[in-house]
């Protein structure tokens, strides 16, 4: 056989192999570095999602899939209003998210308060919850959850948390308090921080007429992490309240 004979047939062999290799594209689950899922969500509290039933239904799906320490704020969401004088239950949205590294469960509960103030408002309550989780092999860097209301008589007064948390096996207290036509309450829920660091999301906190809110967790993380945030939120009586609920989950 020829030198150049040889040469051929060498060639034929080299493209035959490449045609056997596989394209990986970035958004693939065997494909390496950061990736990060988002999605939004039309809330309207005239026509919720879950009615009261239905989230006590959800709320032990998500303790069978994360464990029930990793939904413990949601947890204590299920005996309202029984446990708040004043306050009941409107209803809630829920909303998966999933990537190749990781995956989220996210909920946004509506609760209102049943009188209306000596300025003609009523107030609502929003609690954000989000249990997020690394597939394997991977680890959590960052998630947030955020509502901004979108109807302009809407405004929020507070949220909580206001500041940065850091810690590994803390708990954490969610809280909010007021008063109004004589009544006063306060409403929340405690989690627990594994380790690193939940906050306000930068750039997405404002209070006022359209105000919004995020409560995020950033860190390194290999194993199940929940995070909670509250809104107090006023609007003229009889007005529906809405928001554009928006979720992200990021993993390396």
């Not at 990060?36 to 969500?41: A, D, E, G, K």
């Not at 990781?102 to 308060?113: I, P, R, T, V």
């Not at 850091?166 to 008063?179: F, Q, R």
Request: charged fraction near 15%.
């Amino acid at each position: 056989m020829n030198i150049q004979k040889t040469g051929f047939i060498l060639l034929g062999l080299l493209l035959a192999a490449m045609t056997m290799v596989p394209c990986v594209s970035a958004t693939d689950d065997i494909s390496y570095g950061v990736q990060t899922v988002q999605h939004s969500i039309e809330t309207d509290s005239s026509a919720p999602q879950l009615t009261q039933s239905e989230f006590k239904e959800y709320v032990q799906e998500m303790s069978e899939k994360y464990g029930s320490d990793n939904v413990k704020s949601l947890k204590s969401m299920t005996g309202e209003p029984d446990t708040i004088s004043g306050i009941y239950y409107v209803g809630a949205w829920t909303d998966h998210l999933s990537t190749g590294t990781a995956e989220s469960d996210n909920a946004l509960l509506l609760y209102k308060f049943n009188k209306v103030d000596s300025s003609g408002k009523e107030h609502y309550y929003y609690w954000q919850w989000t249990s997020a989780q690394p597939k394997p092999w991977w680890d959590l860097t960052n998630f947030w959850n955020k509502n901004q209301l979108t109807n302009t008589n809407s405004r929020l007064i507070t949220y909580s948390p206001g500041s940065t948390i850091t810690g590994n096996e803390i708990t954490v207290n969610i809280g909010l308090s007021a008063g109004y036509s004589g009544s006063s309450f306060t409403i929340g829920g405690d989690y627990i921080l594994h380790q690193d660091v939940t906050r306000p999301k930068s750039g997405d906190c404002q209070v006022g007429y359209g105000g919004k809110y995020a409560v995020e967790w950033n860190g390194y993380y290999g194993n199940p992490q929940e995070i909670k945030g509250a809104m107090h939120v006023d609007v003229p009586a009889g007005q529906s309240l809405t928001s554009t609920w928006t979720n992200s989950v990021t993993a390396y």
